[in-house]
Protein backbone atom coordinates (compact mmCIF):
# COMPACT_ATOMS: atom_id res chain seq x y z
CA UNK A 1 0.00 0.00 0.00
CA UNK A 2 1.54 3.31 -1.12
CA UNK A 3 2.27 6.34 1.37
CA UNK A 4 2.61 8.99 -0.99
CA UNK A 5 0.51 10.26 -4.00
CA UNK A 6 2.06 11.29 -7.22
CA UNK A 7 0.69 15.02 -8.40
CA UNK A 8 1.41 15.72 -12.09
CA UNK A 9 0.95 19.36 -13.59
CA UNK A 10 2.27 21.34 -16.62
CA UNK A 11 4.98 17.88 -16.77
CA UNK A 12 6.05 18.64 -13.17
CA UNK A 13 5.71 15.96 -10.48
CA UNK A 14 5.02 16.26 -6.89
CA UNK A 15 4.81 13.48 -4.03
CA UNK A 16 2.36 14.10 -1.34
CA UNK A 17 2.10 12.24 1.90
CA UNK A 18 -0.77 9.56 2.21
CA UNK A 19 -1.92 9.62 5.85
CA UNK A 20 -4.04 6.58 7.24
CA UNK A 21 -5.89 6.75 10.31
CA UNK A 22 -6.63 3.75 12.76
CA UNK A 23 -9.81 3.11 10.79
CA UNK A 24 -7.80 3.02 7.33
CA UNK A 25 -9.18 6.20 6.50
CA UNK A 26 -6.78 7.44 3.77
CA UNK A 27 -5.82 10.99 3.02
CA UNK A 28 -3.46 13.04 0.93
CA UNK A 29 -1.87 15.60 2.48
CA UNK A 30 -1.40 18.42 0.94
CA UNK A 31 0.02 20.86 3.44
CA UNK A 32 3.54 21.62 1.17
CA UNK A 33 0.80 21.39 -1.96
CA UNK A 34 1.25 25.22 -2.38
CA UNK A 35 4.99 25.87 -1.81
CA UNK A 36 5.48 22.87 -4.26
CA UNK A 37 3.78 23.54 -6.70
CA UNK A 38 2.50 27.08 -6.55
CA UNK A 39 -1.41 25.32 -6.53
CA UNK A 40 -4.10 25.33 -4.13
CA UNK A 41 -7.13 22.74 -4.03
CA UNK A 42 -10.53 23.87 -3.98
CA UNK A 43 -13.18 21.73 -2.39
CA UNK A 44 -16.48 24.30 -1.55
CA UNK A 45 -18.21 23.03 1.42
CA UNK A 46 -15.29 21.15 2.22
CA UNK A 47 -16.54 18.07 1.05
CA UNK A 48 -13.72 16.05 0.72
CA UNK A 49 -11.36 18.04 2.83
CA UNK A 50 -9.88 16.77 6.41
CA UNK A 51 -9.24 19.70 7.82
CA UNK A 52 -7.79 17.67 10.93
CA UNK A 53 -6.79 14.86 12.55
CA UNK A 54 -8.58 13.89 15.84
CA UNK A 55 -8.80 11.19 18.06
CA UNK A 56 -12.30 12.22 19.41
CA UNK A 57 -15.35 10.44 17.05
CA UNK A 58 -15.08 8.18 14.25
CA UNK A 59 -17.94 8.17 11.85
CA UNK A 60 -18.48 5.50 8.65
CA UNK A 61 -21.07 6.97 6.47
CA UNK A 62 -21.22 4.44 4.27
CA UNK A 63 -21.54 1.61 7.27
CA UNK A 64 -23.67 4.21 9.74
CA UNK A 65 -21.23 3.53 12.20
CA UNK A 66 -20.72 6.23 15.02
CA UNK A 67 -18.29 5.93 17.99
CA UNK A 68 -17.11 8.01 20.70
CA UNK A 69 -13.44 7.37 21.93
CA UNK A 70 -13.87 3.89 20.11
CA UNK A 71 -17.35 3.05 21.89
CA UNK A 72 -20.17 2.11 19.55
CA UNK A 73 -23.38 4.62 20.12
CA UNK A 74 -25.43 2.01 20.39
CA UNK A 75 -23.76 0.53 23.38
CA UNK A 76 -22.93 4.03 25.12
CA UNK A 77 -27.29 4.79 24.34
CA UNK A 78 -27.86 1.96 26.53
CA UNK A 79 -25.61 2.00 29.37
CA UNK A 80 -24.40 4.89 29.82
CA UNK A 81 -25.43 8.57 31.24
CA UNK A 82 -24.71 11.94 29.82
CA UNK A 83 -22.34 13.20 32.26
CA UNK A 84 -20.22 9.61 31.59
CA UNK A 85 -19.94 10.66 27.94
CA UNK A 86 -19.10 13.87 28.50
CA UNK A 87 -16.27 13.10 30.40
CA UNK A 88 -15.13 10.45 27.99
CA UNK A 89 -15.39 12.89 25.25
CA UNK A 90 -13.01 15.16 27.05
CA UNK A 91 -10.81 13.57 28.61
CA UNK A 92 -10.67 10.45 26.65
CA UNK A 93 -11.41 7.53 29.00
CA UNK A 94 -14.57 6.41 30.26
CA UNK A 95 -14.06 7.30 33.92
CA UNK A 96 -13.85 4.71 37.03
CA UNK A 97 -16.78 5.25 39.46
CA UNK A 98 -14.97 7.69 41.92
CA UNK A 99 -13.55 9.55 39.29
CA UNK A 100 -17.13 10.14 38.25
CA UNK A 101 -18.19 11.14 41.44
CA UNK A 102 -15.96 13.50 41.81
CA UNK A 103 -16.28 14.47 37.76
CA UNK A 104 -20.04 15.05 39.65
CA UNK A 105 -19.13 17.02 42.52
CA UNK A 106 -16.68 19.65 40.94
CA UNK A 107 -19.78 20.24 38.14
CA UNK A 108 -22.40 20.40 41.23
CA UNK A 109 -20.46 23.33 42.88
CA UNK A 110 -20.12 25.83 39.77
CA UNK A 111 -24.21 25.40 38.34
CA UNK A 112 -24.89 28.96 39.75
CA UNK A 113 -24.52 31.66 36.92
CA UNK A 114 -23.74 35.18 38.20
CA UNK A 115 -26.78 36.89 39.41
CA UNK A 116 -25.99 40.10 37.92
CA UNK A 117 -26.57 37.45 34.18
CA UNK A 118 -29.97 37.64 34.69
CA UNK A 119 -29.96 41.23 33.16
CA UNK A 120 -29.47 39.91 30.20
CA UNK A 121 -32.38 37.34 30.48
CA UNK A 122 -34.80 40.89 31.44
CA UNK A 123 -33.07 42.26 28.11
CA UNK A 124 -34.32 39.96 25.78
CA UNK A 125 -37.58 40.28 23.97
CA UNK A 126 -39.96 37.93 25.78
CA UNK A 127 -40.64 35.99 22.35
CA UNK A 128 -37.11 36.42 21.46
CA UNK A 129 -35.61 32.74 20.35
CA UNK A 130 -33.94 30.52 22.65
CA UNK A 131 -30.88 29.99 20.48
CA UNK A 132 -29.95 33.95 20.46
CA UNK A 133 -30.33 34.08 23.62
CA UNK A 134 -28.09 31.13 24.68
CA UNK A 135 -25.34 32.28 21.88
CA UNK A 136 -25.43 35.79 23.68
CA UNK A 137 -25.66 34.19 27.10
CA UNK A 138 -22.71 31.57 26.84
CA UNK A 139 -20.00 34.54 24.93
CA UNK A 140 -21.30 36.91 28.32
CA UNK A 141 -19.77 34.36 30.45
CA UNK A 142 -16.25 35.39 29.26
CA UNK A 143 -17.23 39.09 31.01
CA UNK A 144 -18.03 37.20 34.30
CA UNK A 145 -14.81 34.61 34.08
CA UNK A 146 -12.15 36.26 32.88
CA UNK A 147 -9.48 34.43 33.74
CA UNK A 148 -11.22 32.14 30.79
CA UNK A 149 -9.14 35.02 28.52
CA UNK A 150 -5.90 33.42 28.86
CA UNK A 151 -4.69 31.41 26.10
CA UNK A 152 -1.73 30.94 28.31
CA UNK A 153 -3.73 29.34 30.93
CA UNK A 154 -2.19 26.09 32.52
CA UNK A 155 -3.99 22.63 32.46
CA UNK A 156 -5.39 22.94 35.83
CA UNK A 157 -6.98 26.30 35.01
CA UNK A 158 -8.30 25.55 31.64
CA UNK A 159 -10.18 22.12 32.65
CA UNK A 160 -11.97 24.51 35.38
CA UNK A 161 -13.24 26.70 32.43
CA UNK A 162 -14.45 23.94 31.14
CA UNK A 163 -16.30 22.45 34.14
CA UNK A 164 -18.12 26.01 34.62
CA UNK A 165 -19.31 26.01 31.61
CA UNK A 166 -20.50 22.51 31.37
CA UNK A 167 -22.15 22.80 34.97
CA UNK A 168 -23.49 26.43 33.59
CA UNK A 169 -25.13 25.07 30.50
CA UNK A 170 -28.14 23.53 32.28
CA UNK A 171 -28.79 26.15 34.26
CA UNK A 172 -28.58 29.10 31.50
CA UNK A 173 -31.16 26.94 29.42
CA UNK A 174 -33.62 26.01 31.88
CA UNK A 175 -33.87 29.51 32.92
CA UNK A 176 -34.06 30.87 29.02
CA UNK A 177 -37.25 28.36 29.15
CA UNK A 178 -38.65 29.82 32.58
CA UNK A 179 -38.14 33.35 31.30
CA UNK A 180 -39.74 32.21 27.57
CA UNK A 181 -42.90 31.23 30.63
CA UNK A 182 -42.57 34.75 32.38
CA UNK A 183 -42.11 32.09 35.25
CA UNK A 184 -39.64 32.38 37.99
CA UNK A 185 -36.28 31.05 37.32
CA UNK A 186 -35.63 27.51 39.27
CA UNK A 187 -32.09 27.73 41.01
CA UNK A 188 -29.92 24.17 40.74
CA UNK A 189 -29.85 21.95 43.47
CA UNK A 190 -26.58 20.15 43.49
CA UNK A 191 -27.99 16.96 45.43
CA UNK A 192 -29.40 15.94 41.87
CA UNK A 193 -27.07 14.70 38.91
CA UNK A 194 -27.13 16.50 35.65
CA UNK A 195 -29.54 15.23 33.88
CA UNK A 196 -32.12 15.48 36.83
CA UNK A 197 -31.42 18.80 37.63
CA UNK A 198 -31.88 20.17 34.32
CA UNK A 199 -35.24 18.57 34.33
CA UNK A 200 -36.17 19.70 37.50
CA UNK A 201 -35.07 23.45 36.70
CA UNK A 202 -36.89 23.45 33.43
CA UNK A 203 -40.21 21.67 34.36
CA UNK A 204 -39.92 22.03 38.58
CA UNK A 205 -41.47 24.78 40.98
CA UNK A 206 -40.03 26.70 43.30
CA UNK A 207 -41.40 25.16 45.78
CA UNK A 208 -40.88 21.42 45.37
CA UNK A 209 -39.30 18.58 43.67
CA UNK A 210 -40.72 17.69 40.33
CA UNK A 211 -41.73 13.57 40.41
CA UNK A 212 -39.59 12.64 37.47
CA UNK A 213 -40.85 9.78 35.19
CA UNK A 214 -38.12 7.73 34.93
CA UNK A 215 -39.01 7.31 31.06
CA UNK A 216 -38.19 10.90 30.52
CA UNK A 217 -35.03 11.07 32.59
CA UNK A 218 -33.37 7.77 30.52
CA UNK A 219 -34.80 9.40 27.24
CA UNK A 220 -33.04 12.52 28.15
CA UNK A 221 -30.25 10.94 28.85
CA UNK A 222 -29.89 8.48 25.62
CA UNK A 223 -31.01 12.39 23.56
CA UNK A 224 -27.83 14.30 24.96
CA UNK A 225 -25.95 11.21 24.67
CA UNK A 226 -27.15 10.66 20.86
CA UNK A 227 -26.23 13.96 20.22
CA UNK A 228 -22.71 14.94 22.15
CA UNK A 229 -20.66 14.96 19.03
CA UNK A 230 -20.14 14.28 15.12
CA UNK A 231 -16.18 15.03 14.38
CA UNK A 232 -16.32 17.94 12.04
CA UNK A 233 -19.59 18.99 11.08
CA UNK A 234 -20.63 22.14 10.78
CA UNK A 235 -21.14 23.88 14.36
CA UNK A 236 -17.61 21.90 15.55
CA UNK A 237 -15.78 23.04 12.90
CA UNK A 238 -17.09 26.85 13.88
CA UNK A 239 -15.97 25.82 17.77
CA UNK A 240 -12.43 24.52 16.57
CA UNK A 241 -11.90 27.74 14.06
CA UNK A 242 -12.57 30.13 16.42
CA UNK A 243 -10.60 28.56 19.23
CA UNK A 244 -7.34 28.62 17.03
CA UNK A 245 -7.39 32.12 16.74
CA UNK A 246 -7.05 32.08 20.81
CA UNK A 247 -10.57 32.80 21.63
CA UNK A 248 -11.60 31.55 24.96
CA UNK A 249 -13.97 28.55 25.44
CA UNK A 250 -17.13 31.18 26.03
CA UNK A 251 -16.49 32.76 22.78
CA UNK A 252 -15.70 29.74 20.30
CA UNK A 253 -18.82 27.75 21.68
CA UNK A 254 -21.16 30.70 21.40
CA UNK A 255 -20.11 31.11 17.94
CA UNK A 256 -20.60 27.31 17.52
CA UNK A 257 -24.26 27.80 19.06
CA UNK A 258 -24.88 30.34 16.04
CA UNK A 259 -24.00 28.26 13.79
CA UNK A 260 -25.96 25.07 14.46
CA UNK A 261 -28.96 27.38 14.78
CA UNK A 262 -28.96 26.95 11.02
CA UNK A 263 -31.75 25.23 9.81
CA UNK A 264 -29.67 22.92 7.26
CA UNK A 265 -27.68 21.87 10.37
CA UNK A 266 -29.21 21.90 14.57
CA UNK A 267 -31.66 24.37 13.12
CA UNK A 268 -33.48 21.40 11.82
CA UNK A 269 -34.91 19.27 13.86
CA UNK A 270 -37.62 22.57 15.09
CA UNK A 271 -37.90 22.95 11.12
CA UNK A 272 -38.96 19.09 10.71
CA UNK A 273 -41.58 19.58 13.51
CA UNK A 274 -42.70 22.85 11.54
CA UNK A 275 -42.30 20.78 8.54
CA UNK A 276 -44.75 17.87 10.08
CA UNK A 277 -47.13 20.65 11.24
CA UNK A 278 -47.49 22.27 8.27
CA UNK A 279 -48.13 18.46 6.14
CA UNK A 280 -50.93 18.13 9.09
CA UNK A 281 -52.63 20.86 8.56
CA UNK A 282 -52.55 20.24 5.03
CA UNK A 283 -54.58 17.45 5.11
CA UNK A 284 -51.71 14.95 5.83
CA UNK A 285 -50.72 14.47 2.43
CA UNK A 286 -47.20 12.77 1.91
CA UNK A 287 -47.33 12.45 -1.76
CA UNK A 288 -47.99 16.15 -2.32
CA UNK A 289 -44.68 17.07 0.03
CA UNK A 290 -42.52 14.63 -1.21
CA UNK A 291 -43.19 16.18 -4.61
CA UNK A 292 -42.56 19.59 -3.53
CA UNK A 293 -39.30 18.14 -1.97
CA UNK A 294 -38.11 16.63 -5.14
CA UNK A 295 -39.03 19.81 -7.16
CA UNK A 296 -35.90 21.66 -7.94
CA UNK A 297 -38.39 24.58 -8.63
CA UNK A 298 -39.73 24.69 -5.42
CA UNK A 299 -37.42 26.11 -2.44
CA UNK A 300 -39.12 23.47 0.42
CA UNK A 301 -36.75 20.44 1.10
CA UNK A 302 -37.77 17.48 3.00
CA UNK A 303 -36.28 18.47 6.82
CA UNK A 304 -34.20 15.87 8.93
CA UNK A 305 -33.49 14.12 5.43
CA UNK A 306 -30.08 13.83 3.71
CA UNK A 307 -26.80 14.08 5.31
CA UNK A 308 -23.29 15.10 4.38
CA UNK A 309 -21.64 12.17 5.93
CA UNK A 310 -24.18 9.11 6.45
CA UNK A 311 -25.40 7.81 2.77
CA UNK A 312 -27.14 4.40 3.93
CA UNK A 313 -28.63 5.41 7.36
CA UNK A 314 -27.92 8.02 10.61
CA UNK A 315 -27.35 5.22 13.30
CA UNK A 316 -28.85 7.92 15.62
CA UNK A 317 -31.84 8.00 13.89
CA UNK A 318 -33.19 4.90 14.37
CA UNK A 319 -32.34 4.65 17.88
CA UNK A 320 -34.31 7.98 18.32
CA UNK A 321 -36.85 6.64 16.07
CA UNK A 322 -36.95 3.00 18.48
CA UNK A 323 -37.24 5.96 21.38
CA UNK A 324 -39.85 7.41 19.98
CA UNK A 325 -42.39 4.60 19.98
CA UNK A 326 -41.23 3.58 23.56
CA UNK A 327 -41.88 7.08 25.18
CA UNK A 328 -45.02 7.76 23.49
CA UNK A 329 -46.32 4.61 24.28
CA UNK A 330 -45.40 4.77 28.14
CA UNK A 331 -46.55 8.20 28.06
CA UNK A 332 -49.82 7.51 26.44
CA UNK A 333 -49.34 9.68 23.82
CA UNK A 334 -50.69 10.11 20.00
CA UNK A 335 -48.73 12.17 18.29
CA UNK A 336 -50.24 12.55 14.79
CA UNK A 337 -47.16 13.56 13.48
CA UNK A 338 -45.23 10.89 14.22
CA UNK A 339 -47.63 8.93 12.12
CA UNK A 340 -47.12 11.58 8.84
CA UNK A 341 -43.06 11.16 10.07
CA UNK A 342 -43.03 7.55 9.40
CA UNK A 343 -45.36 7.70 6.08
CA UNK A 344 -42.78 10.30 4.88
CA UNK A 345 -39.99 8.49 5.85
CA UNK A 346 -41.41 4.54 4.44
CA UNK A 347 -42.61 6.65 0.84
CA UNK A 348 -39.27 8.61 0.71
CA UNK A 349 -37.45 5.21 1.10
CA UNK A 350 -38.87 3.99 -2.21
CA UNK A 351 -38.78 6.89 -3.87
CA UNK A 352 -36.27 6.98 -6.50
CA UNK A 353 -34.83 10.37 -5.72
CA UNK A 354 -34.41 10.08 -2.43
CA UNK A 355 -32.68 6.45 -3.08
CA UNK A 356 -30.46 7.74 -5.46
CA UNK A 357 -29.16 10.95 -3.50
CA UNK A 358 -28.81 8.40 -0.35
CA UNK A 359 -31.44 10.17 1.27
CA UNK A 360 -32.68 9.27 4.20
CA UNK A 361 -33.67 10.25 7.96
CA UNK A 362 -31.05 12.08 9.89
CA UNK A 363 -31.17 12.19 13.69
CA UNK A 364 -32.95 15.77 13.59
CA UNK A 365 -36.14 14.17 12.03
CA UNK A 366 -37.31 12.08 14.91
CA UNK A 367 -35.74 13.88 17.72
CA UNK A 368 -38.66 16.65 18.12
CA UNK A 369 -41.05 14.31 18.23
CA UNK A 370 -39.71 13.12 21.79
CA UNK A 371 -38.47 16.86 22.63
CA UNK A 372 -42.51 17.86 22.16
CA UNK A 373 -43.54 14.79 24.27
CA UNK A 374 -41.13 15.28 27.09
CA UNK A 375 -43.10 18.81 27.08
CA UNK A 376 -40.33 20.99 25.41
CA UNK A 377 -42.03 23.61 22.64
CA UNK A 378 -40.33 23.64 19.25
CA UNK A 379 -38.42 26.76 19.58
CA UNK A 380 -36.25 24.88 22.62
CA UNK A 381 -35.24 22.02 20.30
CA UNK A 382 -32.05 23.29 18.67
CA UNK A 383 -31.22 24.50 22.52
CA UNK A 384 -31.17 20.90 23.54
CA UNK A 385 -29.43 19.81 20.59
CA UNK A 386 -26.61 22.77 21.79
CA UNK A 387 -26.80 20.91 25.18
CA UNK A 388 -25.78 17.95 24.39
CA UNK A 389 -23.44 19.24 21.72
CA UNK A 390 -21.61 20.60 24.19
CA UNK A 391 -19.20 18.11 26.08
CA UNK A 392 -18.16 17.33 21.64
CA UNK A 393 -17.82 21.26 21.08
CA UNK A 394 -15.57 21.36 24.54
CA UNK A 395 -13.59 18.60 23.85
CA UNK A 396 -12.82 19.26 19.93
CA UNK A 397 -11.58 22.68 21.26
CA UNK A 398 -9.56 20.88 23.57
CA UNK A 399 -8.09 18.76 21.08
CA UNK A 400 -6.89 21.63 19.32
CA UNK A 401 -5.33 23.57 21.84
CA UNK A 402 -3.46 20.72 22.80
CA UNK A 403 -2.05 19.50 19.30
CA UNK A 404 -1.27 23.39 18.94
CA UNK A 405 -3.18 23.79 15.52
CA UNK A 406 -2.11 26.81 13.50
CA UNK A 407 -4.98 29.28 13.33
CA UNK A 408 -7.58 28.64 10.90
CA UNK A 409 -6.88 30.55 7.17
CA UNK A 410 -8.36 28.56 4.33
CA UNK A 411 -7.32 29.93 0.36
CA UNK A 412 -9.45 30.88 -2.11
CA UNK A 413 -9.18 31.61 -5.95
CA UNK A 414 -10.14 34.87 -6.98
CA UNK A 415 -12.49 35.37 -9.49
CA UNK A 416 -13.27 39.22 -9.05
CA UNK A 417 -12.12 42.39 -11.20
CA UNK A 418 -8.58 42.51 -12.61
CA UNK A 419 -6.78 45.29 -11.86
CA UNK A 420 -8.35 48.77 -12.80
CA UNK A 421 -7.68 52.56 -11.73
CA UNK A 422 -10.04 55.11 -9.65
CA UNK A 423 -12.71 57.28 -11.51
CA UNK A 424 -13.85 60.44 -9.78
CA UNK A 425 -17.30 60.06 -9.26
CA UNK A 426 -18.25 62.62 -12.27
CA UNK A 427 -17.21 60.43 -14.46
CA UNK A 428 -19.07 57.40 -13.55
C1 LIG B 1 -27.18 17.88 11.16
O1 LIG B 1 -22.60 17.21 9.59
C2 LIG B 1 -23.13 16.70 10.62
O2 LIG B 1 -22.64 15.77 11.19
C3 LIG B 1 -24.41 17.38 11.07
C4 LIG B 1 -25.20 16.71 12.17
C5 LIG B 1 -24.44 16.72 13.48
O3 LIG B 1 -24.70 15.83 14.32
O4 LIG B 1 -23.67 17.69 13.73
O5 LIG B 1 -25.46 15.37 11.80
C6 LIG B 1 -26.51 17.41 12.41
O6 LIG B 1 -26.97 18.98 10.77
C7 LIG B 1 -28.06 16.91 10.41
C8 LIG B 1 -28.62 17.53 9.08
C9 LIG B 1 -29.84 18.39 9.45
N1 LIG B 1 -30.32 19.14 8.26
C10 LIG B 1 -31.44 18.82 7.61
O7 LIG B 1 -32.15 17.86 7.91
C11 LIG B 1 -31.81 19.78 6.48
C12 LIG B 1 -32.27 19.00 5.23
N2 LIG B 1 -31.10 18.30 4.65
C13 LIG B 1 -30.27 19.04 3.80
O8 LIG B 1 -30.46 20.34 3.50
C14 LIG B 1 -29.02 18.33 3.28
O9 LIG B 1 -29.30 17.01 3.12
C15 LIG B 1 -27.81 18.51 4.15
C16 LIG B 1 -27.54 19.96 4.44
C17 LIG B 1 -27.98 17.78 5.45
C18 LIG B 1 -26.61 17.91 3.42
O10 LIG B 1 -26.39 18.68 2.31
P1 LIG B 1 -25.23 18.33 1.27
O11 LIG B 1 -24.38 17.21 1.77
O12 LIG B 1 -24.56 19.62 0.90
O13 LIG B 1 -26.01 17.74 0.03
P2 LIG B 1 -26.66 18.62 -1.11
O14 LIG B 1 -27.39 19.79 -0.51
O15 LIG B 1 -25.62 18.89 -2.13
O16 LIG B 1 -27.76 17.60 -1.68
C19 LIG B 1 -27.40 16.61 -2.64
C20 LIG B 1 -28.67 16.40 -3.48
C21 LIG B 1 -29.20 17.70 -4.11
O17 LIG B 1 -29.94 17.33 -5.23
P3 LIG B 1 -29.21 17.46 -6.72
O18 LIG B 1 -28.75 18.91 -6.84
O19 LIG B 1 -28.04 16.48 -6.67
O20 LIG B 1 -30.29 17.09 -7.69
O21 LIG B 1 -29.73 15.93 -2.60
C22 LIG B 1 -30.78 16.88 -2.58
C23 LIG B 1 -30.20 18.19 -3.07
O22 LIG B 1 -31.21 19.00 -3.64
N3 LIG B 1 -31.22 16.97 -1.19
C24 LIG B 1 -32.48 17.05 -0.78
C25 LIG B 1 -32.42 17.05 0.62
N4 LIG B 1 -31.15 16.99 1.04
C26 LIG B 1 -30.39 16.93 -0.09
N5 LIG B 1 -33.64 17.11 -1.48
C27 LIG B 1 -34.78 17.19 -0.72
N6 LIG B 1 -34.81 17.18 0.63
C28 LIG B 1 -33.65 17.12 1.33
N7 LIG B 1 -33.67 17.12 2.67
Known amino acids: MSDKALLTIDGNSYELPIITGTEQEKAIDIS ?47 NSTFLEVAYLLIYGELPKEQTLLDFRHLISRHTLIHEDMKKFFDGFPSKSHPMGQLSALVGALSAFYPESLNPNATEEEENLTIVKLLAKM ?64 CSTSTVRIVGSSNANLYASISAGISALWGPLHGGANQAVIEMLESIKNDGGDS ?26 FDP ?15 LGINDPVL ?74 IYVGSTPRDYVDIEKR
Request: glycine share 6%; proline share 5%; with cysteine.
Open 287 to 312: AKWLAKAKDKNDPFRLMGFGHRVYKN
Open 32 to 78: KLRDQSGYVTLDTGFKNTGATKSAITFLDGENGILHYRGYPIEQLAK
Open 339 to 412: DIAKQLEEAALNDPYFVERKLYPNVDFYSGIIYRALGFPTDMFTVLFALGRLPGWIAQWKEMRINKEPIGRPRQ
Open 170 to 233: PTIVSWIYKKSLGHPVIYPRNNMNYVHNFLQMTFGQITEEIELDPVIVRAMHILLILHADHEQN
Open 316 to 330: RAKIIKKACDDVLEK
